[in-house]
């Protein structure tokens, strides 16, 4: 039989089976006629060479049935459909994730900042990159909230009202929210950064924390002081001086500008471990220096900038000692007239130049490095956990 033929028949089971029976028959019509015919003319031909001539033509016969047999089980053999089979690829390493891309794609540790009138949140991969997610705006309700809890240096100290856990915790939840959307993945806790605030009030950011589902407790809803969180968040690389690198210190001093409130304070870090958490020197917060109360003519203008210089001088003043970083945060900490009088207060207070210092201040960043240091405080503390 043609391999091509035999091909054809293994090629697919299905057409195999349906040809078998005419290949039976053709084969067996092939062999027979010749034999009728020498049936038919046996009557004329002496018997015993009949029978002889018909028994060769029998065996003949058996022979080729043998052959067709042996065909059979190669025509109803079970063959692999396309379907079926699992193609073999060379280039299996492309479904296969690098360990880098595990790192990114791995569930960050978010950082969120608190301010009077919005929320920002940032993330921090395994790998070290830092992501900055969301803005949301506060509503009415939440700007009064803050305005009320940060009309003194030391937080509110007034009655708290009914609705206040029912409007701060309300925020938190839309800004969850916003941020799951924005990573398409579910978020569990979070580390939240904000001004300064009585114990009593940094209970009731400990319970929306709990209600948004951002903390399993109130025990475990981690606070951080915006400018602690700021500092992790800054490049230990450019962080020291030279001088404070021969003591070992290194004093920083942080300007918040927000829409409704200003605040100054100066804390003091290890160089050598700048992962550390330095103490505070000195502080002071204005809620009635925000931009907000920042006024449109020049002469009250000039009283609102005058007590803004006098703050900072208030804080520089204990220690009178030059700051060796000078970093500005919130919404508006790089405006370029609020740079101008922090520029004036430190002349006046130590006669220092810090134009240099402050140009590194970048008006995208200044808003968001709270949220980035808090995220990265954030997955330290989870190292340490799992390391212990």
Not at 13 to 27: D, G, H, I, N
Not at 53 to 74: D, G, I, N
Not at 292 to 321: C, E, N, T
Request: glycine fraction near 6%; proline fraction near 5%.
């Amino acid at each position: 039989m043609p391999r091509r033929f035999i091909n054809s028949i293994t090629a697919d089971p299905a057409p195999a089976k349906s040809l078998v029976l005419p290949l039976t028959l053709a084969l067996t019509l092939a062999d027979t006629t010749p034999l009728d015919m020498a049936v038919s003319t046996s009557h004329t031909a002496p018997e015993r060479g009949g029978l002889q001539e018909t028994a060769k033509r029998l065996a003949k016969v058996e022979m080729r049935l043998s052959t067709l047999l042996f065909l059979v089980p190669l025509a109803s053999a079970r063959v692999i459909r396309q379907a079926q089979q699992i193609p073999i690829v060379d280039n299996a390493a492309d479904d296969t994730t690098s360990v880098e891309d595990n790192t990114t794609h791995a569930s960050p540790s978010i950082g969120l900042h608190f301010t009077t009138s919005h929320a920002v949140a940032a993330a921090h991969y395994q790998n070290g990159t830092t992501r900055d997610l969301v803005r949301m705006e506060g509503g009415a309700d939440y700007q009064d909230l803050m305005r009320r809890w940060l009309s003194s240096s030391s937080g509110y100290s007034g009655p708290l009202e009914p609705s206040d856990e029912m409007v701060l915790s309300g925020f938190m939840i839309r800004l969850h929210r916003a941020i799951e959307t924005e990573l398409d993945d579910s978020v569990q806790k979070a580390a939240l950064a904000l001004s300064p605030q009585a114990p009593k009030l940094q209970r009731n950011f400990q319970k929306a924390m709990v209600a948004a589902g951002l903390a399993s407790s109130e025990d475990s809803a981690v606070l951080y002081e915006e400018a602690m969180a700021t500092h992790a968040a800054l490049k230990p690389a450019s962080s020291c001086t030279t001088q404070s690198q021969s003591e070992h210190l290194q004093h920083v001093l942080f300007l918040a500008f927000d829409d409704g409130a200003f605040s100054v304070s100066m804390h003091e870090y290890a160089c050598r471990d700048y992962t550390s958490q330095g103490h505070i020197i000195n502080r002071i917060i204005r809620s009635d220096l925000g931009w907000w109360h920042l006024p449109m003519y020049d002469a009250p203008r000039a009283r609102f900038w005058a007590q803004v210089q006098q703050s900072i001088g208030f804080v520089l003043s204990p220690q009178g000692k030059a700051p060796g970083r000078i970093v500005l945060l919130g919404s508006h900490g790089a405006d370029a007239e609020f740079k101008s009088r922090v520029e004036d207060a430190l002349w006046d207070e130590l006669e220092m130049d810090v134009s240099g210092m402050l140009s590194v201040n970048e008006r995208g960043d200044s808003e968001w490095l709270a949220a980035r240091g808090a995220a990265e405080l954030a997955s330290r503390h989870s190292e340490k956990k799992y390391a212990a």
